[in-house]
């Protein structure tokens, strides 16, 4: 089966961990953040449940919003058996408040094998006895699954909302009938359903009433994450998935890129996110504001919609600046001290800078990934044993071949070499160097 978005996101965390001393993690730290709690500001506090619930999160499924793993087992729906992806929690201790959470992955010997974090101080997999299993959960139907509000997510996305406003149908917008600022092409594609004549007027009146978990979920995976804009502090992510919405994924990658002033080739890499990482974050949306002006002053509909354009990117530029001097954010990137996950040296002078996704950029060969899963579900069966660990090779090899996509596998294997081989402190981390 498919693995869920949220067993992806957690793949793609595999290998934080926490630092050793008095520093804290800043992936750890901000999984507290974006399952909606912004007061914990030390890794020492549990945090299997903040993992989680950020998981959940960022794949557009409601949280319990609370730091007890067992608040999880009134959440979703129950499941009498496991499945991949679900919600595993698991007493700890004689404390009857206290308790485990984590993603499942496999099931063998009455153990299951979670994906799930703090677990040896790691995001990492672990096997526990299914004798002390509380409950098993899912989530709900998606179309009744409420968005989390403290996230920079779900604050952009009520900025773009009031922007896009309810629906219309001008003959002189290109995109046809819109509610919310989803077409009616992208809210069939979402649905899996034809536009054709014979479906029009149903997914008219659908559309007119669609959901808003369903519209927070279109935006989260057609825009949010494709631009990757959980990368970026709130100042820049609000200009970034604005501009996502309203330019496409594509143009508004090139436009950041323009407004940092390296190659304009549609990818964020690490050229990218150094550049950004070197810019005032205030100083840098007015620039990518000015670049977006421009960009719809060229466009052959601007005599009809140009002032609607222009009055948007003036509202979203507000807003970045507003929360740049509330928050007193200066940098554009997420976190750009240390990364437990990885650091980056983007210049001479080993800057180092933070990525969301620190392997994606040179790992995108599925030939050579596919190989490495296959050797992992026939070596770490074998290796497993003698350092504690046992992960049969068909659960490897099920997670390997349906769960892992090429950016995470590559994560993934480094997060596991953390973990098995030793489960170290954290103080060699992956760097790619600028050549």
Same mark, same amino acid.
């Given at each position: ?387 504690? *660990? ?19 596998? *590559? ?25």
């Amino acid at each position: 089966m498919d693995q869920p978005a949220w067993l992806a996101a957690a793949w793609a965390e595999l290998g934080v961990r926490e630092i050793p001393g008095d520093a804290n993690a800043p992936e750890i730290l901000r999984y507290f953040r974006d399952a909606g709690d912004d007061d914990v500001k030390t890794e020492t506090t549990p945090w299997c449940a903040a993992f989680a619930g950020a998981m959940l999160e960022r794949a557009g499924v409601f949280n319990t919003g609370s730091l007890l793993a067992r608040s999880y087992l009134e959440w979703g729906t129950a499941l009498d058996d496991a499945r991949l992806g679900a919600i595993a929690v698991f007493s700890r201790g004689d404390d009857p408040t206290a308790g485990h959470i984590g993603f499942v992955i496999g099931e063998a010997a009455g153990k299951l094998y979670l994906l799930g974090g703090n677990q040896s101080d790691a995001v990492t997999v672990a096997s526990f006895e299914k004798s002390r299993l509380l409950g098993l959960r899912w989530p709900q139907d998606e179309s009744e699954i409420p968005t989390a509000d403290g996230s920079i997510f779900a604050k952009a996305l009520a900025h773009v909302l009031e922007m896009e406003g309810g629906f219309s149908d001008d003959a002189y917008d290109p995109g046809g009938p819109t509610n919310k600022g989803i077409t009616l092409e992208v809210y069939a594609g979402f649905k899996g359903q034809t536009l054709d004549a014979t479906s029009r007027d149903r997914l008219i009146a659908e559309l007119k009433s669609i959901p808003d978990a369903t519209v927070a979920t279109i935006y989260r995976r057609r825009y949010f994450d494709p631009a990757d804009c959980s990368a970026f502090t709130p100042p820049l992510a609000l200009m970034h998935f604005d501009a996502a919405v309203n330019h496409g994924v594509g143009t508004a990658i090139r436009m950041l890129q323009q407004s940092v002033g390296v190659t304009v080739d549609g990818e964020i890499g690490p050229q990218t996110l150094g550049a950004i990482g070197a810019r005032n974050v205030v100083d840098l949306i007015e620039v990518y504001a000015d670049i977006r002006r421009a960009r719809y002053r060229a466009l052959p509909h601007f005599w009809r919609f140009g002032r609607g354009w222009l009055k948007r990117v003036d509202a979203t530029l507000a807003l970045g600046k507003s929360w740049a001097a509330t928050d007193g954010i200066i940098r554009g990137l997420m976190e750009p001290a240390q990364n437990a996950k990885g650091e980056t040296t983007m210049s001479d002078t080993s800057t180092m800078v933070t990525t969301d996704d620190s392997a994606k950029w040179w790992a995108q060969s599925k030939t050579l990934w596919g190989t490495v899963i296959t050797a992992a579900a026939t070596v770490l069966p074998l290796l497993a044993p003698a350092i504690g *660990v046992s992960l049969p090779a068909d659960v490897i090899q099920t997670f390997g071949d349906q769960a892992i996509t090429a950016a995470q596998a *590559v994560t993934g294997l480094v997060g596991t070499a953390l973990a098995i081989y030793g489960r170290f402190t954290a103080s060699s981390v992956l760097s790619i160097r600028k050549s």
